[in-house]
């Protein structure tokens, strides 16, 4: 919606296609698209403040963890806001996209037509297709089996309720659905099974929440981002907020969970508040990972044997794109580079948006990325030659691979503050470009970007 936004003020034409008949993708609970992994209880972990467009921001009487029926709203109240429902096909979805001879890309729609656009913005999210444990635990379970994504409560879509119930993963998805399993006794007994140690951040520190402390990526970089690298302030600021946490909620160690492998900062961060006294309760017991499962119970890497009724894997999700052949865009693992997170050098009129795993929220980089996106099509900016894009892609990525743990979490994990101020700074790159350029066409394709669809 923020890409209609984006193209709509900018008087680009365009169509949007939405699969379900609503807009807010992951917000809208029990969403008709089918592939929302909102559960009943969801709240947003990244502040109300940090996750809102620059142009629109959220209404002051929110609370500062908004749940899921709230972001709902917003987002209904942006659609009409901005008069954007006109603009979008619900119940639409692209089967197929393919790039043709001339550049173009043809669809193929859920209704049955084909339509030919000049360029395309992919905006699928990265949130919905389950990623499983792969290979898979040795041995046989027979009870219960099932992924985060589909869990939506305590009795949906399994009866949890006094069960013995195993969750798998240290991420945000297992800290939420082990605390609402474990809290008063819901299930019978909770276990957290967890192979690496994670940091964990609290929502809030004092009354404030903890991500407050951060610039909001759509506003305009304060003095000093322009003097000191961020590598250098993270060296600084890292071991500062790892200390916070420490001192307000101690170590993931003292409760019984992995001591993690690496420095505060190197992972996507895991926020949670209440997992704390969950597991200093009792009401959520910790585990290493899982070494077999043995029919209806499961042992652990430390020998000890639970009986079990039931097994959450939390263990992420897998970045996809089902309407490409994979010839289109070969990658494996979550690992696609792409120009500054957007554009793959090989299809200059295809670009990824959102597909950003950030140590914020992903609505305001959207929010940028948007207005580049827009300004691209417009002419205002203009893309680096193909060897220079490969080349900056290569050592960004390679960067920002040693920046965070090995993981198929980390492969598309960017620092929002560095990565808007870096975007800004292309940006007026590519305006200094196509300023220079204006009397030489773009690339690809022919007539690219007379007509823009979405
Ligand atoms: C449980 C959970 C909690 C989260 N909490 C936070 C949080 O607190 N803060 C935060 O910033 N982020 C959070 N996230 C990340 C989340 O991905 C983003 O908040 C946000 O939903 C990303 O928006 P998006 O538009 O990129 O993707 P989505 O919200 O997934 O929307 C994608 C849209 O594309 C549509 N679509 C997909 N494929 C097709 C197709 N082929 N044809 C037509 N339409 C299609 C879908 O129907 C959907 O409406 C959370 C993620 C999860 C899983
Ligand atoms: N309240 C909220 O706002 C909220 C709630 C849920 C999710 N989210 C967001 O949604 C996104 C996805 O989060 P997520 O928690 O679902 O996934 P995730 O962040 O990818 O975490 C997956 C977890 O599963 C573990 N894991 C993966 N494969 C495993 C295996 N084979 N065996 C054992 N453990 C395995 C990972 O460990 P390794 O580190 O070892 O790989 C990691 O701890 C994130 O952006 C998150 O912030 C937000």
């Not at 998805?173 to 964990?200: F, K, P, T, W």
């Amino acid at each position: 919606m923020i890409a209609c936004r984006e193209l709509k003020v900018r008087g680009i034409p365009f169509d949007c296609f939405e699969k379900g008949s609503q807009a807010g993708g992951n917000w809208i609970f029990k969403n008709d698209n089918g592939v929302s992994a909102a559960y009943r209880s969801l709240h947003i972990n990244t502040s109300r403040k940090q996750m809102e467009f620059v142009c629109y921001p959220m209404p002051d009487h929110y609370p500062t963890f908004p749940h899921h029926s709230l972001i709902a709203e917003y987002f209904e109240n942006f659609m009409n806001h901005f008069r954007l429902k006109e603009d979008i096909t619900f119940n639409t979805e692209v089967k197929k996209a393919e790039p043709l001879p001339d550049g173009k890309w043809q669809l193929t729609l859920s209704n049955g037509s084909n339509p030919i656009y000049d360029a395309v913005i992919v905006a699928n999210g990265h949130h919905w297709d389950p990623r499983w444990p792969d290979p898979a635990f040795p041995g046989e379970f027979k009870g219960i089996v099932m992924h985060a994504h589909a869990y939506m409560d305590p009795t949906d879509p399994y009866d949890l309720i006094d069960k013995n119930v195993l969750v798998v993963g240290m991420g945000n998805s297992a800290m939420d659905i082990a605390c609402e399993l474990g809290n008063r006794g819901v299930a019978r007994n909770v276990y957290l099974s967890v192979r690496s140690g994670q940091h964990i951040m609290p929502k809030l520190f004092g009354s404030k929440p903890a991500d407050g402390l951060l610039r909001h990526p759509g506003q305009t970089p304060s003095w000093w981002e322009h003097i000191i690298p961020y590598r250098l302030f993270e060296k600084m600021a890292f071991p500062f907020l790892s200390w916070r946490i420490k001192k307000a909620v101690g170590s993931p160690e003292e409760y019984g969970l992995p001591k993690p492998k690496y420095p505060f900062g190197m992972q996507h961060p895991t926020i949670s508040s209440e997992i704390h006294i969950r597991l200093g309760s009792g009401d959520v017991k910790p585990k290493p990972n899982i070494k077999e499962l043995q029919g209806d119970s499961v042992q652990f890497i430390d020998g000890s044997v639970e009986k079990i009724d039931a097994i959450i894997y939390a263990t992420g999700y897998k970045i996809s794109f089902p309407f490409f052949e994979k010839s289109v865009l070969p990658f494996e693992n979550n690992d696609l580079p792409l120009f500054k997170r957007m554009i793959s050098p090989r299809y200059e009129n295809l670009m990824f948006l959102g597909l950003v795993q950030p140590l914020c929220s992903i609505m305001p980089i959207a929010e940028l990325q948007s207005s580049f996106m827009g300004d691209y099509l417009l002419g205002k900016y203009r893309l680096p030659d193909r060897a220079t894009m490969e080349k900056v892609m290569v050592q960004e990525h390679e960067m920002m691979k040693a920046r965070y743990t090995k993981s198929e979490r980390h492969t598309i994990q960017i620092n929002c503050q560095e990565y808007t101020y870096d975007l800004r700074k292309e940006i007026k790159a590519g305006q200094k470009r196509a300023r220079r350029l204006a009397d030489k066409p773009q690339a690809l394709p022919s007539t690219f970007p007379t007509t823009v669809r979405v």
